[in-house]
């Protein structure tokens, strides 16, 4: 029952790591109608950039924290403008091959800056952990950490969206970009300002990652950006909700079923259930079904 | 319109191309100069032995194929400075020349049979590779069929020389790093009860362990929990958790290093200390950057070769090291087997009498005859090659202590 438990708070905060990085894809993708892949890479972006701010520069790591993210929003908006922007009104197709060479083009960059050797991100909510059931089970500050700014960011991006005026300019592009524009929304400042919070969260959602996990790498956020991506569409792509249950869901399924199942079959599983769920709700679990008019 | 957003993505295209050449083409002019720096000592030194004697002979092309980009740079890296190391030296000596031909693979199998024919193209001899195991596999077969003498120093799977008179190896075998292992353990009664955590997805990590599992059924090890993980797991809670659980007192790890120190971290975190042993692969972890050494306290490896050695041969290999990878990082034993690799060919070409000149499937031939009797004694041991082309040499256990490596049992 112990284990059980310790299993779940793993899963949940592995899922809570999924949760935040899905809901850059999902913003992305509900306001502006394109795969962000290149949004894993800017986890590991924000990861370094923390690394260097709390090996190099002795920042503490608030301050580290808040330069990641200061440096993933100038970068997403550069991304967005530079790559993105020009192809607009291109096929779909055109912009997802950009997002993958994007994507290729930032872990290059690490690459050829940081090189390739591993180097281990520094433990920066302290080693204590909270201990129940008289010592049984431990929770780390980690994952205490992780589960409450999924939370916190939860509540403030639904927030956003729904009471400012930023935020219901954000609905409204993503409803209809064409009649937005005629409301007197400024479409590309909109689109921009959705990669500024997605870019954000990936700088807060790769400094979680690396403090549980510990070990930094150019490759770092391809495989995390994959499941978050897999947890987008799990929870129907376009909805905050729908990435935090999905992140959530695909966090506790790997990590359960790693530990009832089968090691071996972790990823399998996830993508099985991924499968199915989409063979019966093919817009995810809280998506809004499309009509398509013909 | 259409045509301007062509021209736009070709343009991305071509800068996401460069991002991927651009770090190779970086790294090796980076290596250049470390290399240059060292040619007119070089020139000279031949221009003295020779004093003009006779015109200067073409120099020995070996290829060196390794994944210096993607998530394997770091061994393709060290074994391209290693081999640099041991070029340089060999150059400043005067007598033959080498000269290097560094193509990148990216781990790739595809991308290694690639540059396999680019370095043939080069004029390559034989080569010095390649270092990871999948593309070995690769380009071995192709070698095999064309007569280029392969002379691996790491891809450690024993398919790699299996059924090719012409492919060697410098590395031991996964098998009798396997076997090396359980013996280890049986003899110094270093655990009774044994967790098995391997990569499912890296042929390294199974071999190893299913030796290791054979042998320790004949030594009488009891194999309490065996679990996987793959190149992409980051979360090692469940592993850990099943080790402990399980009352492992030794938890064996025939994995390399960047996962081993995820799953160090995990074991720390759930309070659980048992044995950790590992491989060859464990070397390196203590050159992570921000790694803290205390993690790895008390974790036996076996490799055949340690940076920490004060063994002046090792010594001198070590600051040569630093000086020519850019990172500065003190060499592992890639670089080691690399550098072993560059003098065995050496010395098995000088005594077959294979010039700059000679073909390359003619030095297969001759490369095969010579290594029957080659003995070489590099950084990395005493090494004989069977005719099947594997090593034969002696690992040595370390235990880690104070963050630097202390041989087993003293």
Redesign the interface.
């Known amino acids: 029952m112990v284990?059980f438990l310790?299993?779940l708070i793993?899963g949940i905060s592995?899922g809570s790591v999924y949760a935040i990085i899905a809901l850059g894809y999902t913003m992305v993708y509900g306001i502006a109608k394109m795969l962000n892949f290149a949004h894993g890479d800017i986890i590991m972006v924000g990861a370094y950039i923390s690394?260097c701010a709390i090996?190099y520069l002795d920042l503490p790591p608030l301050l580290a924290v808040l330069l990641a993210m200061a440096v993933c929003t100038a970068l997403g908006i550069v991304i967005e403008g530079l790559?993105y922007k020009?192809?607009r009104?291109?096929p779909k197709l055109?912009v997802l091959?950009?997002a993958i060479?994007?994507s290729?083009?930032l872990q290059?960059?690490a690459?050829?800056i940081w090189?390739?050797?591993?180097?281990?991100?520094?433990s920066i909510f302290g080693?204590s952990?909270l201990q129940l059931f008289g010592g049984a089970l431990?929770i780390?500050s980690e994952a205490i950490v992780t589960i409450c700014a999924n939370i916190v960011i939860m509540i403030a991006l639904t927030l956003f969206t729904s009471r400012t005026k930023t935020g219901k300019a954000m609905r409204a592009v993503s409803e209809d970009k064409g009649a937005a524009q005629l409301m007197g929304i400024d479409v590309n400042r909109t689109i921009s300002l959705t990669f500024a919070i997605g870019s954000a969260l990936a700088a807060v959602a790769g400094v979680l990652?690396c403090s549980t996990?510990?070990?930094l790498?150019p490759?770092t956020g391809?495989?995390?950006g994959i499941k978050a991506f897999t947890a987008a569409v799990f929870g129907g792509i376009g909805s905050i909700p729908g990435a935090m249950i999905g992140g959530l869901l695909l966090g506790v399924i790997?990590?359960l079923g790693?530990?009832y199942i089968s090691?071996?079959l972790?990823?399998a599983l996830v993508f099985g259930v991924l499968i199915i769920v989409l063979l019966f709700k093919p817009a995810g679990l809280l998506g809004k079904p499309v009509s398509e008019k013909v | 319109m259409k045509k301007t957003i062509c021209i736009l993505l070709a343009v991305v295209m071509v800068i996401g191309m460069l991002a991927g050449c651009g770090s190779s083409k970086t790294e090796t002019a980076q290596s250049a100069p470390a290399g240059s720096s060292d040619a007119p000592a070089a020139a000279a030194a031949s221009d003295t032995a020779s004093a003009g004697s006779e015109a200067p002979a073409a120099p020995l092309k070996i290829a060196v194929i390794g994944p210096f980009t993607g998530a394997a740079a770091l061994y393709g890296n060290a074994c391209r400075y290693g081999a640099q190391v041991a070029a340089d030296e060999i150059n400043a000596l005067g007598g033959m020349q080498i000269e290097l031909l560094c193509e990148d693979d990216e781990h790739d199998p595809e991308k290694s049979v690639n540059a396999y024919n680019t370095v043939l193209d080069q004029g390559a001899q034989m080569i010095a590779g390649t270092t990871t195991t999948s593309p070995c596999l690769a380009v071995s077969a192709q070698a095999f069929e064309d007569r280029v003498f392969m002379l691996t120093p790491s891809a450690s799977s024993n398919k790699v020389p299996e059924g090719k008179d012409n492919m060697y190896q410098v590395c031991f075998e996964d098998p009798a790093m396997g076997v090396f292992s359980a013996q280890i353990i049986a003899e110094n009664a270093l655990g009774t009860k044994v967790a098995v955590i391997y990569n499912n997805a890296d042929d390294y990590s199974t071999g190893i362990y299913q030796n290791f599992k054979t042998k320790s059924a004949e030594l009488g090890l009891e194999i309490v929990s065996e679990t996987t993980f793959t190149d992409d797991t980051t979360d090692f809670s469940v592993q850990v958790a099943a080790a402990k659980d399980a009352g492992a007192d030794l938890v064996f790890l025939p994995i390399y290093y960047t996962p081993a120190s995820m799953i160090l971290q995990t074991a720390k975190t759930m309070d659980y200390a048992p044995i950790f042993f590992g491989v060859d692969g464990m070397d390196g972890i203590l050159d992570m950057e921000g790694f803290d050494a205390s993690l790895a306290e008390g974790v036996i490896l076996l490799t055949p070769f340690s940076a920490f050695s004060e063994d002046a041969r090792t010594v001198d290999f070590v600051a040569k090291y630093q000086a020519a990878d850019p990172s500065g990082s003190a060499p592992n034993q890639f670089a080691a087997d690399a550098y072993d690799a560059i003098y065995a060919l050496y010395n098995a070409s000088v005594a077959a009498g294979i010039t700059g000149d000679t073909p390359y499937d003619e030095a297969c031939e001759l490369l095969i005859a010579q290594f029957a009797t080659l003995q070489y004694s590099g950084l990395t041991g005493e090494m004989t090659w069977t005719s099947d082309g594997r090593v034969s040499k002696m690992p040595a256990a370390y235990v880690i202590k104070d963050g630097s490596y202390v041989a087993f049992g003293e």
Do not use: C, W
């Open positions: 284990s310790r299993f793993n592995l690394f090996s790559a020009p192809l009104q291109a055109a091959i950009t060479g994007v290729y083009f290059n960059s690459l050829l090189s390739s050797n591993p180097k281990v991100f520094p080693s952990a431990s780390t990652l996990y510990h070990t790498m490759t391809s495989m995390p790997e990590i790693k530990a090691t071996e972790g990823d």
